[in-house]
């Protein structure tokens, strides 16, 4: 079986050749703003954005979600699609949309759902070159809207990702993120 970080090298370098990576310029950060697992869940989420909101598929990219008794990388929307997650902006022609399954206005993200978020961004940052400054929550665009939670810890959230990638520009010789 393939380790997340495989899968998602595989999955982005094919995506990269069938969608120039320019397109891609923002990371956008949601929150569910529900409970975890049993109140709704990922396919909870895509039901709701293809049978009431009529859309061709769930609106984010990707998701994270506890499932079972550990934090999971799930696929939405394909990256050869417009998102359907911020339609502030332009966000949805040129910004990924990841989804925190949980309510983060009560509570911060567990640590290991963070982390598994911070991978997941440092990926996609590298493979298409998007800065950590343009890492953004969803209230960043709108600010009627609280996403991905007012107890995210943003600000950390991007230097911690910035530090990874200043660890890959140095592993790399030089290769900017």
């Not at 696929?75 to 040129?94: F, V």
Request: with cysteine; charged share 30%; net charge positive.
């Amino acid at each position: 079986m393939a380790s997340s970080e495989e899968f998602l090298e595989h999955f982005i370098y094919f995506h990269k050749r069938l969608r120039p990576p320019s397109k891609w310029e923002w990371i956008v950060l949601h929150h569910s703003k529900t409970k975890d697992g049993k109140t709704v869940s990922w396919g909870a989420i895509r039901r709701f954005h293809t049978k009431v909101r009529g859309w061709a598929s769930i609106g984010y990219h990707f998701g994270i979600e506890l499932l079972r008794d550990q934090y999971e990388i799930l696929l939405g929307r394909s990256l050869l699609m417009d998102g359907a997650h911020c339609k502030e902006k332009g966000l949805n022609r040129n910004g990924i949309g990841i989804c925190l399954v949980g309510d983060f206005d009560i509570a911060p993200p567990p640590e290991e759902q963070l982390e598994l978020a911070l991978k997941l961004c440092e990926w996609l940052c590298v493979e298409f070159e998007i800065p950590p400054s343009r890492v953004i929550g969803h209230g960043e665009a709108a600010p009627w809207k609280t996403c991905p939670g007012l107890k995210f810890p943003l600000e950390e959230f991007r230097t911690r990702l910035a530090e990874r990638l200043d660890e890959r520009l140095d592993l790399r010789g030089g290769r900017k993120a």
